[in-house]
Nanobody
């Protein structure tokens, strides 16, 4: 059974940075793409960033220029570098794979002074 384990969440002040990691228990090249989603209280889960197996990326408009998704295939890990964090970035962040559709358990990110 494939597992995705997220880490790196926490409490940070506005303007700060965090790096999230998603470690897979299998070779991530088997997936068509991997991504990060987030869900804030009372809101629907939304795509934050996505990276294909060939390395192409896609970002939500709200995070463009602030967040960067990357992958290290040798470590079976996908990262989300988050800079210039804002209170509206507060949410539970989930790692996702495409083909098959799998989810991690989520990691809380709270941006507050």
């Amino acid at each position: 059974q494939v597992q995705l384990v997220e880490s790196g969440g926490g409490l940070v002040q506005p303007g700060g940075s965090l790096r999230l990691s998603c470690a897979a228990s299998t070779n991530i090249l088997r997936f068509g793409a991997m991504g990060w989603y987030r869900q804030a209280p009372g809101k629907q889960r939304e795509l934050v960033a996505r990276i294909a197996s060939v390395g192409s990326t896609k970002y939500a408009d709200s995070v463009k220029g602030r967040f960067t998704i990357s992958r290290d295939n040798s470590k079976n890990t996908v990262y989300l570098q988050m800079n210039s964090l804002k209170p509206e970035d507060t949410a539970v962040y989930y790692c996702n794979t495409e083909g098959p559709n799998l989810w991690g358990q989520g990691t809380q990110v709270t941006v507050s002074s």
